[in-house]
């Protein structure tokens, strides 16, 4: 049963299609010729039935009908019934009360014997119970002779036409499981031609990668073309972050070679004979240490980034509370900046986002706009208020930026101003992290900017219901 099971599993799903739909159209088509072999057969019994019926009506009546006086030639001289008895392959004879046979007509058919035969008391009665003949045998009077009438009908044609019936039903029944298995074959290499093509793309994916184009040509808007319709998407999905995991690594990889460079350079200027100077000591490790800092920085975003990627879960938080709590933390590393926080009418707005995601989007803001400002830095957070969304502004008063830099400062790696941004620690992961955080959440970040004017960065989220 095993291997069975196992030859079955092992062949190509155009052949099960065809196997299995010329199975089921045979298996339909038998039981449909059984079903109508049955009928046929039953019906042509009822006919040979009518037959013996009407001949043994025939024979007692023109017998009856005679009289006392019925003479062979009265017999032989009634040409429709001898002839239709004749036709008919039908074997008569007529008996006494005693069983013995006086006359017989057609001598084509032995009759049972007469002692085992079931005698009608009136009428006549018929014998079924044999499948080569129908017997009948009735009640006769002719004036004061009382006797019997026999009739046997054989059931030759019967048999040849049910014969017949059947060879011509297996006949069609083979051809009908070879043509079904034929046409399902077909359809189903028509059918399955779009999947044969979506594999053909599977294998140059993995032969080949994103190279080739992923288009399959199939606008039918059935189960399949929605398959090809979801692989489509799926591999461009994919593509797009094949794409950005390449050019992640290639941007994270420069920007870490930079440090890299500095920190390898100072230890081989310390280990050549700056470790013997004091001054060039002290200015190798301070530099050292602010490029591994600068590194530890950029790593913690990366991993945040990642983190940010997969983040699912998203309870209600209260973000005005989470706002205060930030402004906190920054106060206590830049005590000089003035924030002023314009606090909403209610005191509790419930977002759908983690309490770390939306500090962590506060925070870059606020050191993006502390970082690009002068000293002392002003920024002003508000709150406007819609019908399903809440938009936290954060304004600075720093050196804005340009139109022209607007659209890329979500990019990772940017930087507006690079050299700025290194003295400063910036690794330009920072917006590309609140960018994603917001995607995360459902809503969506705004930046309006004017060079040296400042910057105003809108964050809308959805509100929980």
């Keep these: 049963m095993k291997r069975w099971k196992h030859s079955i599993a092992s062949q190509s799903l155009k052949k099960k299609w065809a196997i ?4 089921v159209i045979f298996m339909s088509f038998a039981v449909m010729s059984i079903i109508l072999y049955i009928a046929l057969k039953g019906w042509l019994y009822q006919q040979e039935e009518q037959e013996v019926n009407r001949t043994m009506h025939d024979l007692t009546s023109f017998f009856e009908s005679q009289g006392p006086y019925l003479t062979v030639q009265d017999i032989q001289s009634n040409k429709g019934l001898m002839t239709s008895i004749v036709d008919k392959d039908q074997t008569v004879r007529l008996l006494n009360s005693d069983g013995i046979e006086l006359l017989q007509i057609n ?3 032995t009759f049972p014997a007469f002692d085992n035969i079931d005698l009608p008391d009136n009428g006549y009665s018929l014998d079924t119970d044999k499948s080569s003949s129908i017997s009948a045998i009735g009640n006769i009077q002719l004036g004061e002779f009382i006797g019997y009438v026999q ?8 048999q040849s036409m049910m014969t017949y019936i059947i060879t011509a039903m297996l006949m069609f029944s083979v051809c009908s499981l070879l043509l079904s298995g034929w046409i399902g074959y077909m359809l189903a290499t028509y059918l399955l031609r779009p999947l044969q093509n979506l594999k053909s793309s599977m294998d140059d994916v993995a032969a080949h990668g994103f ?15 929605e398959l090809i319709a979801v692989y489509e998407t799926m591999m461009r999905k994919l593509k797009s972050s094949f794409e950005q995991q390449q050019q992640f690594m290639a941007d994270a990889s420069h920007e870490l070679r930079t440090p890299i460079q500095v920190v390898e350079g100072h230890l081989a200027l310390l280990n050549r004979w700056g470790k013997d100077d004091p001054v060039i000591l002290k200015e190798s490790l301070e530099i050292s240490l602010r490029e591994v800092n600068q590194m530890k920085t950029l790593i913690d975003e990366m991993l945040e980034l990642a983190r940010g990627e997969q983040m699912k879960e998203r309870p209600p938080t209260n973000i005005v509370k989470l706002t205060k709590d930030v402004i906190e933390e920054i106060m206590q590393v830049h005590p000089f900046v003035n924030i002023n926080h314009v606090l909403p009418v209610q005191e509790v707005i419930n977002v759908h986002i983690t309490s770390n995601a939306y500090q962590q989007i506060i925070r870059n803001i606020l050191t993006n706009a502390i970082r690009y400002s002068k000293e002392p830095a002003h920024v002003s957070i508000s709150y406007e208020s819609k019908l399903e969304e809440i938009i936290v502004h954060i304004q600075d008063q720093g050196i804005g930026i340009s139109p022209s830099d607007v659209s890329k400062i979500f990019d990772r790696f940017y930087r507006v101003d690079s050299a700025r941004s290194r003295d400063l620690g910036g690794s330009g992961l920072g917006l590309s992290i609140v960018k994603l955080l917001m995607e995360n959440v459902g809503g969506s970040i705004i930046v309006q900017s004017e060079k040296d004017k400042g910057s105003t960065f809108s964050m809308v989220f959805p509100l929980t219901k």
């Design 20 to 23: 299995s739909s010329g199975a």
């Design 107 to 109: 001598n084509t058919s």
């Design 151 to 158: 009739l046997e009908h054989p059931l030759k044609g019967f």
């Design 211 to 225: 190279e080739k184009d992923l288009a399959i040509a199939y606008d039918a808007k059935d189960e399949v073309g």
